[in-house]
């Protein structure tokens, strides 16, 4: 396996290994480690059906499945499918997935770990691929977050509510999205988690606390609580923690969502197509010690 760093503030290209077959302890321990520490893995040329890409993804996690029951494989349903591709008038994937900032299931009791997405159309104009995905570091946020606001929210915690994003996209110009209904809000009821977190593969601590869910810092009265989140929002996407993965057919992106936030760029129009299968898997695993000590021994030795 060979791991390039992008010379970007995040990302690594990875090669010379085949996910759809299943991966050593070895292997599975240098691409964690990667992911630690580049926040955002991308196998090119992979060949992946439905049932390879949940096994893959379920080396990291348990895997969520989505809220409305719709537009996941017909065999997997772990496997979602995101496109604004129409067959006989119905769209056959979730169109608006992601467009915005934000990470996933922030809004969980137990949050979300790695986000897999194997791109199977990508739009192209003039021989350029459109339908970027931008990601954006945490480490680098918390790092050089201002001294006196890190050390004023040091052991503040934020809530967040999955209702934030859904309710934004719907507000969208041609948005298909319903309201959530009572049984839908109850399954994603909102969550409260500290500010920062210490990230599971680094030892080292993130800014946690995204645009796309976080509502309010707990500790602070509603108008400072707004006020710090502008703040924190402002300078967690500034474009030097920015970097922005370009899709080819056959990538296979896997992401930390501890470390990083993302943004699917939405820059192509409905008749150029775009189809990716992606795996949403769960921090159950990666928070537990048991689980960390078999999975990355050397870093249990050290
Ligand atoms: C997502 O946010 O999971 C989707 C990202 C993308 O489609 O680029």
């Keep these: 396996m060979m791991i390039e760093p992008t010379g970007g503030i995040l990302g690594a290209v990875v090669t010379g290994i085949d996910l759809s077959q299943p991966l050593s302890g070895a292997d599975f321990s240098t691409v964690l480690t990667a992911l630690g520490r580049h926040g955002v893995l991308r196998f090119p040329g992979q060949t992946l059906g439905a049932r390879e890409l949940k096994v893959f993804s379920e080396r990291f996690g348990p895997i969520q499945g989505s809220v409305t029951g719709k537009f996941h494989d017909p065999e997997v349903p772990e496997v979602g499918i995101l496109s604004n591709i129409r067959e006989n008038g119905q769209p056959i994937g979730l169109a608006d997935a992601g467009q915005d900032w934000h990470t996933d299931m922030s809004y969980n009791r137990v949050i979300g770990f790695v986000n897999v997405l194997y791109a199977v159309?990508?739009?192209?104009?003039?021989?350029?691929?459109?339908?970027?995905?931008?990601?954006?570091?945490?480490h680098a946020a918390y790092d050089e977050l201002d001294p006196a606001l890190k050390s004023r929210l040091e052991d503040m915690t934020a809530t967040h509510d999955f209702n934030k994003f859904w309710e934004e996209m719907r507000r969208r110009p041609g948005s298909m999205r319903g309201p959530l209904t009572p049984e839908q809000r109850a399954k994603r009821p909102p969550s409260v988690h500290p500010v920062f977190l210490t990230h599971p593969i680094t030892g080292r601590k993130v800014l946690y606390c995204n645009p796309g869910y976080a509502i309010r810092i707990n500790e602070l009265d509603e108008a400072e609580s707004d006020r710090v989140l502008?703040?924190?929002?402002?300078?967690?996407?500034?474009?030097?923690?920015?970097?922005?993965?370009?899709?080819?057919?056959?990538?296979?992106?896997?992401?930390?969502?501890?470390?990083?936030?993302?943004?699917?760029?939405?820059?192509?129009?409905?008749?150029?197509?775009?189809?990716m299968k992606r795996c949403q898997v769960m921090a159950d695993w990666i928070f537990d010690p048991e689980f960390l000590r078999r999975a990355l021994p050397q870093r249990s030795a050290a």
């Design 121 to 138: 159309k990508v739009p192209r104009r003039d021989g350029k691929a459109l339908g970027s995905t931008v990601f954006a570091n945490m």
């Design 230 to 275: 502008t703040a924190l929002f402002e300078h967690q996407l500034q474009p030097r923690f920015q970097y922005s993965n370009e899709w080819s057919e056959n990538d296979l992106l896997v992401w930390d969502h501890i470390g990083t936030l993302h943004n699917a760029i939405p820059d192509y129009t409905a008749d150029e197509p775009r189809l």
